[in-house]
């Protein structure tokens, strides 16, 4: 789907929408693969359904990481991707001073982790508590039905030879849900 047509989609959307703060997403299925486990190791579990925690061990330093942030739904039985971007993960700060889903992603991670997005990233323990999401905290939140749901995709990268390797990443789904 070309690009225009995307905007379109999305622009009549967000016009349907009547109140952001009436939405939260719970998690339904959430999957993790780590590619280099000489660099991390980590857990994830789904409490209560809309709060995510998640134990990270780094068990070497990481000088250049980068990650990738996909954001993508199906609405209408057609894959619409939302966000795509893939950035060194020591600009997540100075991002979210200029794009509003990096804005609200660091807002939530402040509250709910010891990741402090500075490079390197040392060998430490890291810790991820009851993340969840607001539908106010993505800007396209309540687009989404629970019946399409909504999938998030983060992949951690290290630069090597020019060329990045994944580390590993993390997949989940979201649903919608009205609360008012």
């Not at 070309?2 to 339904?28: D, H, N, Q, T, W």
């Not at 000489?38 to 809309?50: A, C, D, G, M, Q």
């Not at 039905?145 to 993390?170: C, H, M, N, P, T």
Request: proline letters at 4%; a positive charge; one cysteine or more.
């Amino acid at each position: 789907m070309g690009i225009i047509l995307r905007s379109l989609v999305i622009a009549f959307i967000m016009k349907e929408i009547p109140s952001k703060k009436c939405y939260i997403f719970y998690y339904e299925d959430v999957s993790h693969v780590v590619r280099l486990p000489e660099y991390l190791n980590y857990t994830v579990k789904v409490v209560n359904k809309s709060s995510l925690n998640a134990e990270v061990n780094v068990l070497k330093p990481i000088a250049n990481p980068y990650w990738k942030i996909e954001l993508h739904s199906k609405i209408r039985n057609t894959d619409i991707v939302f966000f795509n971007k893939t950035t060194r993960y020591c600009d997540f700060g100075r991002l979210a001073q200029h794009n509003t889903i990096f804005k609200n992603m660091l807002l939530t991670f402040r509250e709910t982790t010891n990741l402090d997005f500075k490079c390197p990233v040392c060998k430490c323990h890291y810790f991820i508590r009851n993340l969840y999401f607001q539908a106010d905290s993505l800007p396209l939140g309540p687009a989404f039905s629970a019946k399409d749901g909504f999938q998030v995709i983060v992949a951690g990268y290290i630069k090597e030879q020019r060329k990045l390797k994944e580390i590993g990443s993390i997949r989940f789904l979201l649903t919608v849900e009205k609360l008012c």
